[in-house]
């Protein structure tokens, strides 16, 4: 073993181990993200309809709450965007991750390795932008997890703003 194979064994160790890390920071971000998001959510609604209801101040109120609504629409779309973001880079993460694997299963019974085959496996996946013949490659989602994740997160955010639109549509029907 030469000492360029060395280096590229060792470096694709260490990529192999960032990766992996990558990966569990996105879940961290994500999900403190969602619970935070939630429990706000949840948390400044219930504490405005309990302290007009306590206060008797419901049929005066409908500005704050038009503004409040406002508020937590544009709030939601907003995590929502970020949340996207944060879950595409994750799944970006995980694909450069299994092509790292594949190209090792490759080229492990190969006598020479060939630094080509992890030039851009090697790279910071889930920002870099990659300008290679391997770029669709890299950033196909598909066979991932990604849109079940996707999914999660549209759940997540519109299932809320789901509720509050029904509570508005129902506030509007009844009379005080």
């Known amino acids: 073993m030469n000492m360029e194979e060395n280096l590229l064994q ?75 973001n944060y879950v595409s880079r994750k799944y970006k993460v995980i694909r450069a991750i299994n092509l790292l694997y594949n190209a090792i299963i490759k080229n492990g019974n190969a006598q020479i390795i060939n630094p080509e085959d992890f030039k851009d496996l090697i790279l910071i996946s889930g920002t870099t932008r990659v300008i290679s013949e391997k770029k669709d490659q890299l950033e196909n989602l598909k066979h991932t997890g990604y849109s079940r994740e996707l999914f999660v997160s549209i759940i997540v955010y519109l299932i809320p703003l789901t509720a509050l639109i029904i509570g508005w549509i129902w506030l509007m029907t009844v009379k005080f």
């Open 10 to 84: 060792k470096t694709i160790l260490f990529e192999m181990e960032g990766k992996n890390q990558a990966i569990h920071e996105y879940d961290k971000m994500i999900w403190a993200l969602r619970t935070g998001y939630l429990t706000v959510f949840f948390g400044i609604w219930g504490l405005i309809f309990k302290s007009l209801l306590d206060n008797g101040l419901m049929c005066q109120s409908v500005l704050i709450l038009k503004t409040v609504t406002i508020l937590a629409v544009l709030i939601t779309f907003g995590a929502l965007a970020v949340d996207i």
